[in-house]
């Protein structure tokens, strides 16, 4: 069986990704082909996964035929597909270990070790997707917050990547390493952005992919605005972690009043270092021999 697995990353428009895939699994089916819809691959495979790298990261290869199992069984129902998707950005990972360690996937070896084996013998094929820094480091800082999590300031984990702490080119090294660059497509979320149509034809080859306009009630992870993030300061000292995680699903939603911007790194200097660590970061996945699509740029 073929497998293309979307194994993430965060914050770089996998919602969206998994709407598009959910709403053309007719399409799928006719063209003899399989998607596993992320809520129910999550349920029974990736949430498990996922405890064990929060808790205990060691562990992932002792509980080798429990999580192979688990992900196996997602298959069985597809098992006549020429080709099946999966997409599930936590295969890479959590952000509970990001937090924690404050470094960019920490565990992605063991994870995407763990859905290597899983595979088994079965012909897959990876992908991978990264983002911008400044974008990516304010929308997941955001959602950090929103989780009612204990994070530095702002300005200190932009200094960490500013200063070399792990990027995209060592997280996407890792991954070649397990997978091997030949078996892993990287594409950037501004070109996602851009051609959301071209990424899905790469990921699901030869099903005439429809794009549909996502409803507003669509369930997107909002990052917090500049207010939000200003009362979810305010009461870091107030609340405990579970009542700011609830305190931050509601006010991600509230209808503050304009002014009210976005949240952005806004520094000139900070910017152009972020952006240049980010080209190099892409030449550096080039060099791997992973295949890259970033607009017109694509290898």
């Not at 194994?7 to 998607?35: C, I, P, V, W």
């Not at 530095?152 to 702490?165: C, I, K, M, N, Y």
């Not at 851009?194 to 009630?217: R, T």
């Not at 000292?237 to 931050?248: F, K, N, P, V």
């Amino acid at each position: 069986m073929k497998l293309h697995i979307h194994l993430g990353a965060h914050k770089t428009g996998s919602t969206s990704l998994q709407f598009h895939l959910r709403k053309n699994e007719a399409k799928f089916a006719d063209a003899g082909m399989a998607y596993i819809p992320m809520p129910e691959f999550r349920k029974r495979y990736s949430a498990f996964l996922n405890r064990i790298e929060n808790r205990y990261p060691a562990f992932i290869r002792l509980l080798s035929p429990t999580i192979e199992s688990r992900f196996r069984d997602q298959l069985v129902p597809s098992s006549g597909s020429s080709l099946v998707v999966i997409s599930d950005e936590n295969l890479l990972g959590g952000l509970a270990p990001i937090a924690a360690k404050h470094r960019l996937y920490p565990h992605a070896v063991r994870m995407v070790s763990a859905v290597k084996r899983a595979a088994g013998p079965n012909d897959a094929h990876y992908f991978l997707c990264i983002r911008n820094y400044p974008e990516f480091i304010v929308s997941m800082y955001l959602h950090l917050v929103i989780q009612g999590r204990r994070v530095p300031p702002l300005e200190s984990v932009t200094a960490d990547f500013l200063g070399g702490a792990r990027g995209w080119a060592e997280v996407v090294a890792d991954v070649a390493n397990v997978v091997g660059a030949d078996r892993l497509t990287v594409w950037t979320y501004e070109h996602y952005r851009d051609a959301p149509g071209a990424v899905l034809d790469v990921l699901a080859p030869g099903v005439p992919v429809e794009l549909f306009v996502p409803p507003g009630n669509l369930a997107i992870n909002r990052s917090l605005t500049a207010k939000g993030w200003q009362v979810m300061e305010a009461l870091q000292d107030i609340l405990t972690r579970t009542e700011l995680a609830s305190m931050g699903t509601l006010i991600r939603k509230f209808p503050f009043e304009e002014p009210n911007p976005k949240v952005v790194l806004d520094d000139p200097e900070a910017l152009a270092e972020l952006d240049d660590k980010y080209r190099r970061d892409k030449n550096a996945i080039v060099a791997l021999g992973c295949r890259l699509l970033d607009g017109a740029r694509a290898v």
